[in-house]
């Protein structure tokens, strides 16, 4: 069991134990202070899963998009969804956070950020973004060559290979399970 994720540390999380998909939504909200419905139901929902509890999913997200629209308006159009992902509104039903195979299917439209960075990213956007990870021009085109295959999964646990130096027998199959075996390895 990992400690539950808190916001002072929320940042450097994500640099170290989130994967590419979460990283990018997660980077493009720091960096717009915005993010459409698609990703803020894909990040919302993994972020719970990590442990963010309702209080600080609500300062976190308000924290950004306050910079863009009045804190009236996020009370109004944005609030009551967050809390309807933790199961506080509406039918009352608990979310789970979005598995590889939903999130890869997805079809992210223009403007939008949620999605598969292995199935949705251009192939330049995607070694530059392996890049940052960290990844050597060797590991990257082990990757791609898995991305070319369509194994966008595998090219995802591949990425977890490089980037922790261990092998990740079963396979990545959820953005939440990356995180979690991340933190084993990070302890
Ligand atoms: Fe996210 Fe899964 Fe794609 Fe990895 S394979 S980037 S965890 S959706």
Redesign the pocket.
Known sequence: EYADISLKDIDQVSKSSF???MRHLFEKLREDHHLKHGGRMQLGLFLKGVGLKLDDALAFWREEFTKKVGSERFDKEYAYAIRHNYGKEGKRTDYTPYA?SK??TSAPGAGDHHG???RHFSEDNLKAALSRMGLSSRGMEDVMDKVRNRH??LA?TLTFEAVYGTSCDTG?NH?NQ?FEESQKILK
């Open positions: 994967p590419l998909c590889c999130i890869i598969c960075p292995y966008y999964q995802c990545i953005p990356y």
